[in-house]
């Protein structure tokens, strides 16, 4: 028995065209699955067509998540292409930098919004579905700032803090209804996010020096986790914070 075949499932991926979600995406179809992708726009397909070229279902679906009302419209369209949704990957997310003293409010508003309040309505709508269905697998993106607080990135620290909480409150509410909720923490990935701090040859070296790995992430590198978490191979893993970070937190 295979405990990571995903065969059969359906993946509902935010931000699930570029980056991390992009890589979520394709290692979920690599396991088994068929896959929703959900992207604030139409600017790549490439990810649906490399799904459909492993013989998997996908299908891209364009929203706007900051917009409270278009989460129904989400889930009622992948509903309707594939009949279910197994697994939710709440990806979608940005950032925004200045100091705290600085920082606009309404960065502070579009980041909790995106980051935090998008990721609580999916999994709240998509849970009514698995708890009718008996099962599922929720896995929020959360950071290492849901750990530590960082510099010039308030927004983001509270809305990846307050994601690892709520991963585990809705574990605790859910896990008896065979629904497992877990998070992936991924450390410093190569991505748009973290663009200006690679450029950054003083601050990447100070990054660097203190991953053991010795390399920044690369989106890859979240698939098998991914799939672990979506897999059956986790089904007693619930309200968990995975940090798949080349060993940052142990330094």
């Known amino acids: 028995m295979n405990l990571f075949d995903l065969s059969g499932k359906v993946a509902l991926v935010t931000g699930g065209a570029v980056g991390l979600g992009g890589a979520i995406s394709l290692g979920l179809a690599k396991a088994g699955a068929d896959v929703a992708i959900v992207t604030s726009n139409d600017r ?18 364009v929203a706007n998540l900051m917009d409270e009302a278009a989460i129904d419209a989400v889930v009622n369209e992948a509903l309707s292409v594939f009949g279910k949704i197994d697994i939710l990957v709440n990806n979608a997310g940005i950032i925004r930098r200045t100091p705290a003293a600085e920082h606009a409010a309404q960065d502070w508003h579009d980041v909790l919004n995106l980051n935090l309040n998008s990721a609580f309505f999916l999994s709240q709508r998509v849970g009514r579905e698995m708890i009718e269905q008996g099962s599922g697998k929720i896995i929020n993106i959360a950071s290492m700032l849901s750990f530590q ?7 983001y620290t509270a809305s990846k803090h307050a ?25 410093y990935m190569e991505t748009d996010n973290t663009a200006a ?24 590198d979240l698939q098998g986790p991914v799939v ?14 995975l940090c798949v970070d080349g060993g940052w937190m142990t330094r």
């Open 197 to 220: 701090l690679r450029a950054d040859q003083e601050r990447s070296s100070q990054i660097l020096v203190r991953i053991p790995a010795a390399r920044w992430g690369t989106p890859e």
């Open 228 to 241: 672990f978490l979506a897999s059956q191979a986790s089904d007693y893993m619930s309200g968990h914070v």
């Open 163 to 187: 994601i690892a909480g709520v991963t585990k409150a809705l574990a605790n509410e859910w896990a008896s209804k065979g629904i497992q909720v877990n998070a992936i923490a991924p450390g």
């Open 44 to 61: 790549s397909r490439e990810v649906q067509q490399q799904i459909e070229a492993m013989g998997r279902k996908a299908h891209t679906i």
């Open 149 to 155: 607080g960082g510099i010039n990135v308030p927004g």
